[in-house]
Nanobody, 127 residues
């Protein structure tokens, strides 16, 4: 059974930092895999934020480049999202997702690519 459990969300002022964690278990992809962070703000579509594949290659949404960093640890059992210079526009529920490897940036950051999802952790940034 695949499980993804996020933690680390909270409330922070603009300019602050948070680190999200996602513990992943039970998934296998023979051809490689991706672990990703998505977010969904109030009345918005779920959007891809950052992706890391099993070769360690990362992809970021333009809106977070230079501010967010995705990384993995513990033999790929944990994926992190370090978020710096946070803005009110970053306020959202953040979700961890797992899916097969492959695809260009647009597809890597598309929610339909991913098979498994966590329940999310809320991030609120105040001005």
């Amino acid at each position: 059974q695949v499980q993804l459990v996020e933690s680390g969300g909270g409330s922070v002022q603009a300019g602050g930092s948070l680190r999200l964690s996602c513990v992943v278990s039970g998934y296998t992809y023979d051809g490689g895999y991706c672990l990703a962070w998505f977010r969904q703000g109030p009345r918005k579509e779920r959007e891809g934020v950052a992706v890391i594949d099993n070769d360690g290659i990362t992809t970021y949404a333009d809106s977070v480049k230079g501010r967010f960093t995705i990384s993995q640890a513990n033999a790929w059992n944990t994926v992190y999202l370090q978020m710096n210079s946070l803005k009110p526009a970053d306020t959202a529920m953040y979700y961890c997702a797992a899916g097969p490897a492959g695809g260009r940036a647009g597809w890597l950051l598309h929610k339909d690519k991913y098979d498994y999802w966590g329940r999310g952790t809320q991030v609120t940034v105040s001005s």
